[in-house]
């Protein structure tokens, strides 16, 4: 049996076990808390689980070892920076979002100010930053269809990532936040099974020796020593000190970033307590933390067995590094037919990666569309749960179709450095918004307003004006040039812009209410109230 088999089997069974999962959630999912917040009914443990399904997208589990198997050094730090992201989570957003809101980010923003602006521009920037998340996702899995099924041609590709998106849709529109939870999971459970039985084999291949693994993935790189040391991909002479500043600001945006994700925001309301929401939290690290590890091996493991050229030559971006080291170390230990079945069985766990992640990060923006948008801004909070919940099924077949549309355009961007343009966008217009609200008294609507499209705006300017779309042959548009901004990533210009834009426009306004922000600090400090007032 051919590896496109056994794989295409394996994933056939994981969406056949999910679906299932999903029509079963469907039957439990009665109104509103259902469909949004899973009923509040997971535990601390299981919502760890989903939070680190919800994470671990396939930028960490393909972009991530890509990127450490072609730059080495300067890969590896994709992997800190999404593993310390989470410590700023933790300390400044988590226990106080649960506490604070009701099923979406803007449930807080909109307490203590005038519901219809703030809310109007935190369903705008959940959108954004979704689409963005998405569209790595979706270009992950045309790449991974592309080394299972031998499809070089984009038109194949195309049509994969049109069916991951109607899965996703799928999962959403049925399942609410219940049946993506347990897919998510599922999923989290798979993926950490199948990176860790890779990573033993890769050093169990080289005697548990780092040195031997780290010397052979310098050799066979073609980059030598320089492999093992910095500035391979950021610094380099060539870029000058641009490339220098490019790294420094995407590991702002990588830090920043997580505690301004929506849909990882969404996670801390499926928890009935603010003690469960701790433990979440902790269990998610946990998790992430090994995870992330694993990365290294797979990444240099990679560079190591399957060498740079050959990565190159099935996906330019590296999206497929991970399944190509499970099949190489494979064959070095079983001989062709293990080689063959654990390709099969990663590609497989690869897969249920995106589709979780693609239905979370769905779910997120559908909700912030019906929620904060229809229900609260269009309707005035005159709406029924079930006229809402219809709405955010509605929206989100909308959503899935132009997360399609820019998959398909995206195809040759490595998938961690879409994502990290993600965490740029949500930490230059979410974060400031957050932080503010949460615990700066004289904060009020124009603060909050000023700050989400200031950091929004200017990221999504500077993105478009970088090489990221023109100018270079990795770019969206390689044979247009109109490129004035030199870095990859515009969180070091974007985030503090979000910043100064939230604290202009809240010095500028004279309404604030001091009674609301002492209500709000007592409601994220212990929980009390916040259910009843963010349903207002």
Partial sequence: MSHQTLSTILFLLFVAGTLGITFWASRNTKDATDYYAGGRSFSGVQNGLAIGGDYMSAASFLGIAGIIALSGYDGFLYSIGFLVAWLVALLLVAELMRNSGKFTMADVLAFRMSPRPVRTAAGVSTITVSIFYLLAQMVGAGALVGLLLGVTSPTGKALTIVGVG???????????????????IVKAVLLMGGATLVTLLVLGHYGFNLSGLLGDAATQSGKGDAFLNAGLKYGTEAQGLAGKIDLISLGLALVLGTAGLPHILI?????????????SVLWGIGIIGTFYLLTL???????ALVGGKAIVAQDKAGNTAAPMLAEAVGKAIFGDVGGTILLAVIAAVAFATILAVVAGLTLASSSSFAHDLYAHVFKRGNVTDREEILVARISAFVIGAVAIGLGILAQGQNVAFLVALAFAVAASGNLPAILYSLFWKRFNTAGAVSAIYGGLVSALVLVVFSPVVSGSATSLFPDANFAWFPLSNPGIVSIPIGFLAGFIGARLSKEYSSQKYAEIEVRSLTGIGAEKSASH
């Fill in 166 to 184: 109607i899965l996703m849709i799928v999962y959403v529109v049925v399942g609410g936040m219940k049946g993506t939870t347990w897919v998510q």
């Fill in 267 to 279: 996670r801390f309301y499926t928890v009935p307590t603010a003690r469960e929401a701790r433990k």
């Fill in 297 to 303: 091996v797979l990444g240099f493991g990679a560079a």
